[in-house]
């Protein structure tokens, strides 16, 4: 199973991705991500919970595509996020760990 790591902040998060080598946003690239989920792989997930208000809660991908490209993307994670983008990731990370 891969990791999902729980942080206090997004910030820690994303440097903790940003050693790892992912640099891209693809929150830059959402069109890419609903037309062709199958081109990136989630490798790191990284929620963040606010203590009071659930709209705070957010989620920190770690993604790379099939040219390589490694880098994050960043949504909400509250049960009311519309998020296409994130929904598709959330998918690809479900599947892949069951395989």
Do not use: C
Request: proline content about 3%; hydrophobic content about 30%.
């Amino acid at each position: 199973m891969k990791p999902t790591y729980h942080y206090t902040t997004v910030l820690e998060a994303l440097e903790d991705l940003k050693e790892k080598g992912f640099h891209h946003d693809f929150n830059l690239q959402t069109e890419a991500i609903k037309r062709n989920p199958n081109e990136f792989s989630v490798k790191h997930v990284y929620r963040y919970e606010g203590d009071s208000d659930p709209d705070e809660e957010s989620v920190v991908y770690g993604i790379v595509s099939v040219s390589g490209k490694k880098g994050v993307f960043v949504a909400g994670f509250s049960a009311n996020s519309d998020d296409e983008a994130a929904k598709i990731l959330e998918k690809l990370f479900i599947e892949s760990n069951g395989q």
